[in-house]
T-cell receptor, first 116, second 108 residues
Framework: EAGVTQFPSHSVIEKGQTVTLRCDPI?????LYWYRRVMGKEIKFLLH????????ESGMPNNRFLAERTGGTYSTLKVQPAELEDSGVYFC??????????????FGPGTRLTVL | AQRVTQPEKLLSVFKGAPVELKCNYS??????LFWYVQYSRQRLQLLLRHISRESIKGFTADLNKGETSFHLKKPFAQEEDSAMYYC??????????WGAGTKLIIKP
């Protein structure tokens, strides 16, 4: 079974440019999460989709970040315009639907974003 | 405030020695606690969750509500245990709140 995939693996852009990150969750996983690790700091939650709906986007840093999950399948995270402090590793994770409080989240390999 | 603290950024022990990676949390509700591990050039993966109360790869972790801790332990470290270890807390909104991580190095 294919795991969570993310594209691209690396992205180097200049300040002010736009970047779109993509995450393909495991098939059948309704829950999709985005996290970010800025260098030297802990991993931070960005947002959580349940199917195509944003369940919680309280971690999105500002309105330069836009996440979508059309059709409840893959998700994109767009940063426009990118700033230097956006550099870091962006992780995507997915988990199946469940009545339990928590299901294991399966992580993608991450996208390393560098803003120059 | 909800917070997870891993006081050690780096922990280095010899093969065969006991390992303890510390994790303390601050959370007003009933916590769900996890240990995730990232081996070199691999993705983050779940190692343990407190509700399962099982041992994975020889590691155990006990939730101590009195001390608000969830330390990860292994009696005899192996070289393949070298990795980044993250303690995480699941809140009521299904977010994971992460510690800063501890890099574990097992020396031969």
């Amino acid at each position: 079974e294919a795991g969570v995939t993310q594209f691209p693996s690396h992205s180097v852009i200049e300040k002010g440019q736009t970047v779109t990150l993509r995450c393909d969750p495991i098939s059948g996983h309704d829950n999709l999460y985005w996290y970010r690790r800025v260098m030297g700091k802990e991993i931070k939650f960005l947002l959580h989709f349940v199917k195509e709906s944003k369940q919680d986007e309280s971690g999105m840093p500002n309105n330069r970040f836009l996440a979508e999950r059309t059709g409840g399948t893959y998700s994109t995270l767009k940063v426009q315009p990118a700033e230097l402090e956006d550099s870091g590793v962006y992780f995507c994770a997915s988990s199946p639907p469940s009545l339990l409080t928590y299901n294991e989240q399966f992580f993608g390999p991450g996208t390393r974003l560098t803003v120059l | 405030a909800q917070r997870v603290t891993q006081p050690e950024k780096l922990l280095s022990v010899f093969k065969g020695a006991p390992v303890e990676l510390k994790c303390n949390y601050s959370y007003s509700g009933s916590p769900e606690l996890f240990w995730y591990v990232q081996y070199s050039r691999q993705r983050l993966q779940l190692l343990l969750r407190h509700i399962s109360r099982e041992s994975i790869k020889g590691f155990t972790a006990d939730l101590n509500k009195g001390e608000t801790s969830f330390h990860l332990k292994k009696p005899f470290a192996q070289e393949e245990d070298s990795a980044m270890y993250y303690c995480a807390l699941g809140d009521s909104n299904y977010q994971l709140i992460w510690g800063a991580g501890t890099k574990l190095i097992i020396k031969p």
